[in-house]
């Protein structure tokens, strides 16, 4: 786990918001929550790049960053290792194209990022398998 994960779960803890100490599906309330703090910070993000003001700016992101690593506690997904794995896959479009829009095209030698490996050895790591599974067979397949 990053050093930002970890210090956004001590302000759970210390704040009494849900941890999960495995990759674990959320309740709905948890979901509501999440996304509603994920907008939140992101209009102020968008607010933030409006005025042009940089320190606004990465106060913004690092609230951002917050809530984010703070779905990723609550939902008990240690995200260092999903992140290496992304970063991985996005560095697989090397060899594409560049479309008018900024955008990537990814080229026949991509290679899409693998996280239910990642996530299903976060589930079995004895040192992490102490919460409840409920749902994450469902979460782990998009259903």
């Known amino acids: 786990m990053t050093d930002e994960q970890s210090m956004v779960e001590e302000f759970h803890k210390k ?3 849900l941890v999960q100490a495995c990759p674990t599906a959320a309740s709905e309330e948890t979901k509501r929550l999440r996304i509603r703090l994920i907008q939140e910070e992101f209009d102020e993000l968008k607010e933030s790049m409006a005025e ?3 320190a606004a700016l990465a106060k913004e992101m690092a609230d951002l960053l917050y809530v984010v690593y703070g ?3 609550s939902y008990g997904i240690d995200m260092e290792p999903v992140f290496r794995e992304v970063h991985r896959s996005n560095l697989s ?3 594409g194209y560049k479309r008018e829009d900024g955008k990537w095209v990814k080229p026949p030698t991509y290679s899409p990022a693998k996280i239910e490996p990642l996530l299903a050895m ?3 790591a004895p ?3 102490q919460g409840p599974l409920g749902g994450v067979e469902e979460m782990l397949r998009g259903a």
């Open 71 to 73: 779905t990723a506690v």
């Open 127 to 129: 040192e992490e398998a």
């Open 122 to 124: 976060q589930m079995s």
């Open 52 to 54: 042009g003001n940089l």
């Open 15 to 17: 704040f009494d918001i």
């Open 93 to 95: 479009k090397v060899g």
